[in-house]
């Protein structure tokens, strides 16, 4: 059974950054793809980006490309989310979530991923 647990989440100035990370136990991580998706109150739980198991290729969202980047470290089991440029509309919970899939391409649908973390809050001050 694959656990994650976040953690880096703050406040933080506009136009300041932040670093998340996502740790892995349970199953060999070097085996399945990495995703981080957020939720706004009052919103839905909408994707951020994704990267594949080598850590060779990632997507992202419109809203945050160019500011924000996933990579990962398959010995240290653990993803990480480095967030730049923020803005008041990034603050929401960020959750990490695990895709056993081993698909073509990179999913962006909640429903593609089986184990999700508890979230960390990322609060951005205007």
């Known amino acids: 059974q694959v656990q994650l647990v976040e953690s880096g989440g703050g406040l933080v100035q506009a136009g300041g950054s932040l670093r998340l990370s996502c740790a892995a136990s349970?199953?060999?991580?070097?085996?399945?793809?990495m995703g981080w998706f957020r939720q706004a109150p009052g919103e839905e739980r909408e994707f951020v980006t994704a990267?594949?198991?080598?850590?060779?290729?990632?997507y992202y969202a419109d809203s945050v490309k160019g500011r924000f980047t996933i990579s990962r470290d398959n010995v240290k089991n653990t993803v990480y989310l480095q967030m730049d440029s923020l803005k008041p509309g990034d603050t929401a919970v960020y959750y990490c979530?695990?895709?056993?899939?081993?698909?073509?391409?990179?999913?962006?649908?909640?429903?593609?991923?089986?184990?999700w973390g508890q979230g960390t809050q990322v609060t951005v001050s205007s």
């Open positions: 990267i594949n198991w080598s850590g060779g290729s990632a």
């Open positions: 979530a695990a895709d056993f899939g081993r698909r073509s391409r990179l999913p962006t649908r909640l429903d593609a991923y089986d184990v």
């Open positions: 349970g199953r060999a991580f070097s085996s399945y793809a």
